[in-house]
Structures are given as structure tokens and as C-alpha cells.
């Protein structure tokens, strides 16, 4: 592989309601049977900064300069203590949500997008970044748990807005998600293993 450093660092990121966290599971799984090393994590992650936002974030609202400083402590911890050993070691890290949830999420709540990143310019650039589109009415009608304060239709709205806007610039790769399960899956898939052929 050309990065004979580290492994791969992919990403699925997108509204609440997207489907990202099962289709992050289903990639670990296809490229694990195709004999790729492959692990799945997400943010908020396991930490305890992450367990405290969860914690936090399904009951009570706080300035979103406050959430993106959370999230980027929770990244930072992340980074550290799961996905670099993992990249280190050689293997495929397949994410759900990274980054571009605090730019999308805070940065749809009026956060400066340089500042957020200045706080978070220790974060590792993903090798694939996909954003998984659906509209918001349809990503929250498939929320079956407690909402959490930060899924509501309007807010929804605009972080759209901010993960469409990346994908113009060229940042993240969009898959339609508002299509029946198999085919996201199927796309999904290709793209990675099409990418994963660049780093051979």
C-alpha cells in the first residue's frame, strides 16, 4: 500500500436520521468479508467526554460554542486512544461522524467555521469522507429513540445546507441515502473499495 504508515481512515457522516450508523457497521462488515482489517467506531465515542455529551445533549441545551468545544475535546480523546492505534496498526477505520458534524451542527447554529476548526486542528483528515443525504422530515420520521435537542426540523434544515455545501467543495462524497437499504449499501461499497485501490 502506498500508506505503509497507517491504514485507511474512512468516514460516514450526515443528519440525524441518515442511516450513517448502520451503514458504517454494514461497510465494517463487507470489506471485513473482502479480507480487509476493518474496525467501526463513532463520535460521540466511548469516552468519557463522549458519554457525557450523550449524557448531556438528549436533555439540555447549551451554546453551541460549548457543544463544538465538547466535540472537539471528545475527538481529541477519540483520535488518541481508538482511531490512530487502530490506523497505526494497519487497519481500515470506518467512523460515524467525525468533523464535519461540528462544522454541519454548530456551524448551522451561527459558530464561526474557522474557529471551530482552529479548535479542532488536531484532527486527522479522513483518506474517504462520505455524507449521506436525506431530507430532514425523512431522516427524523426514522428516529425511534428520544430526540435529542439538536434534532429538530429546522436546525436539520440548515446543517443540511452546511454537509451540501461540503460536498460542493469537494470534501465529501454525497450518496443518496433516501433509497432502499440494499442499494445505499451497494454504492457505499464500490466507492470504498474504488478508493481503497488508489492507496494499493
Same mark, same amino acid.
Given at each position: 500500500?502506498?500508506?505503509?504508515?497507517?491504514?485507511?481512515?474512512?468516514?460516514?457522516?450526515?443528519?440525524?436520521?441518515?442511516?450513517?450508523?448502520?451503514?458504517?457497521?454494514?461497510?465494517?462488515? /463487507?470489506?471485513?468479508?473482502?479480507?480487509?482489517?476493518?474496525?467501526?467506531?463513532?463520535?460521540?465515542? =466511548?469516552?468519557?467526554?463522549? &458519554?457525557?455529551?450523550?449524557?448531556?445533549?438528549?436533555?439540555?441545551?447549551?451554546?453551541?460554542?460549548?457543544?463544538?468545544?465538547? !466535540?472537539?475535546?471528545? %475527538?481529541? /480523546?477519540?483520535?488518541?486512544?481508538?482511531?490512530?492505534?487502530?490506523?497505526?496498526?494497519? %487497519?481500515?477505520? #470506518?467512523? *460515524? @461522524?467525525?468533523?464535519?458534524?461540528? +462544522?454541519?451542527?454548530?456551524?448551522?447554529?451561527?459558530?464561526?467555521?474557522?474557529?471551530?476548526?482552529?479548535?479542532?486542528?488536531?484532527?486527522? &483528515?479522513?483518506?474517504?469522507?462520505?455524507? +449521506? *443525504?436525506?431530507?430532514?422530515?425523512?431522516?427524523?420520521?426514522?428516529?425511534? @429513540?428520544? %430526540?435529542?435537542?439538536?434534532?429538530?426540523?429546522?436546525?436539520?434544515?440548515?446543517? @443540511?445546507?452546511?454537509?451540501? /455545501? !461540503?460536498?460542493?467543495?469537494?470534501?465529501?462524497?454525497? #450518496?443518496?441515502? =433516501? %433509497?432502499?437499504?440494499?442499494?445505499?449499501?451497494?454504492?457505499?461499497? &464500490? +466507492?470504498?473499495?474504488? &478508493?481503497?485501490?488508489?492507496?494499493?
Amino acid at each position: 500500500m502506498k500508506k505503509e504508515s497507517r491504514g485507511v481512515f474512512v468516514v460516514l457522516d450526515g443528519i440525524d436520521g441518515c442511516g450513517k450508523t448502520f451503514h458504517s457497521k454494514v461497510l465494517r462488515d /463487507e470489506l471485513q468479508t473482502r479480507g480487509f482489517n476493518t474496525v467501526c467506531t463513532a463520535e460521540p465515542s =466511548n469516552g468519557a467526554v463522549g &458519554k457525557f455529551i450523550r449524557s448531556i445533549l438528549l436533555s439540555e441545551k447549551v451554546p453551541p460554542e460549548v457543544e463544538a468545544l465538547l !466535540f472537539a475535546a471528545d %475527538r481529541f /480523546e477519540h483520535l488518541r486512544r481508538e482511531i490512530l492505534p487502530n490506523l497505526e496498526m494497519g %487497519r481500515i477505520v #470506518v467512523c *460515524d @461522524r467525525y468533523l464535519y458534524s461540528s +462544522l454541519a451542527y454548530q456551524g448551522a447554529q451561527g459558530v464561526d467555521l474557522d474557529w471551530i476548526k482552529t479548535i479542532n486542528n488536531f484532527a486527522l &483528515k479522513p483518506d474517504i469522507a462520505f455524507y +449521506l *443525504d436525506v431530507p430532514p422530515d425523512v431522516g427524523l420520521g426514522r428516529i425511534r @429513540r428520544k %430526540r435529542s435537542v439538536l434534532e429538530n426540523h429546522a436546525l436539520q434544515m440548515r446543517v @443540511r445546507e452546511k454537509y451540501l /455545501e !461540503f460536498t460542493r467543495l469537494g470534501d465529501m462524497i454525497m #450518496v443518496d441515502s =433516501n %433509497r432502499p437499504v440494499e442499494i445505499v449499501k451497494t454504492d457505499l461499497v &464500490k +466507492l470504498t473499495v474504488k &478508493k481503497l485501490q488508489e492507496f494499493m
